[in-house]
């Protein structure tokens, strides 16, 4: 429960933002913005939605990842980190392409 | 527990897909016509053009049977009017809607070609009396100087008796077939509806006929 609670603190900003954008939407209050405005908060509100669902699939389907390599380190995370960086790139790019 | 939630993702996913009934021996597989594939390419560029410029209610997939009706969704292609690219925009055309958006837009590129049609079909519709798109699909084939006339003629906004005031000229082709300009007309609103219902994704509020 600790470990839930801490990663949506993570993510709060892409949580709020996808609960407002939602609301603004769901309720039919978009209506009242200019439709480029519009186009923005779907945007945006896709772009939340996949970054918050990346980030579900990396932490459970991935080890955790070092992002930053010691002096000396005879490891090389590389790879892992390179993979986790392109999950998040596809899956943000698939959302935002569905709206 | 990471495992657990894994597998439980999984499941929960594969719920989602459903299995495809398999296909009886006798019915013959018919593979998708190759217009209806241009046309999905453009898909998803229409849907924000169009929400840019009309709001995220409006009926995009007239759009795209827009193009459909235009140039069977080829972008490359000139017609012998001149009509130029996916939205067979004309030459004067083109200018025109550059100068209003102040760029210089191709409208053989079709990225491009799609921001101008969004654009223009947004203009016109500001001229709309009604509001039903039909008429302002038929403006963007025909302009509003006819379509005025016809409604003045008839009386009402109703499709058939402003067909029936429609006085606009045959013109005679090089092929030797002759192209009655009310037909082609009030015929492009049809098109674009019932080309454009192949793609629609739900409803909207806005009002085709």
């Known amino acids: 429960m600790e470990n839930i609670l801490f990663q949506i603190r993570r993510v709060w900003l892409d949580f709020v933002s996808f609960a407002c954008f939602m609301l603004l939407l769901g309720s039919g209050w978009y209506k009242e913005l200019e439709p480029p405005i519009q186009l923005v908060a779907l945007k945006a509100l896709l772009v939340s939605a996949g970054f918050m669902h990346a980030h579900i699939m990396r932490k459970m389907a991935f080890p955790s990842v070092e992002w930053t390599t010691k002096k000396n380190s005879q490891e090389d995370g590389s790879q892992l980190r390179w993979l986790v960086i392109g999950l998040y790139l596809i899956v943000i790019y698939a959302y935002a392409k569905g709206g | ?209």
């Open chain 2, 1 to 209: 527990m990471r495992k657990f939630w894994f597998v439980a993702v999984l499941i929960a996913l594969s719920g989602c897909l459903r299995p495809h009934p398999p296909v009886p021996a006798s019915e013959p597989v018919v593979p998708v016509p190759k217009a209806t594939n241009r046309c999905q390419e453009y898909v998803q560029d229409v849907r924000t053009e169009h929400f840019k410029y009309f709001g995220l209610d409006f009926p995009f997939w007239f759009g795209i049977g827009q193009l459909k009706a235009e140039s069977n969704c080829r972008a490359s292609v000139t017609a012998f009017d001149a009509g130029q690219g996916l939205a067979q925009f004309m030459p004067t055309t083109t200018k025109y809607v550059n100068e209003l958006m102040g760029e210089q837009l191709d409208p053989y590129l079709p990225d491009q070609a799609i921001r101008m049609q969004a654009f223009y079909m947004h203009r016109l519709h500001k001229s709309n009396w009604s509001q039903a798109l039909w008429l302002t699909y038929q403006a963007y084939n025909g302009g509003w100087g006819n379509l005025k006339a016809e409604y003045t003629r008839a009386g009402a906004t109703d499709r058939d008796s402003m067909r029936l005031e429609c006085r606009r000229k045959t013109i005679l082709l090089k092929s030797g077939r002759t192209l009655n300009l009310c037909d082609v007309n009030y015929q492009y609103s049809k098109h674009v509806y019932d080309f454009g219902s192949a793609y629609a994704t739900g409803t909207s509020p806005w009002r085709y006929w």
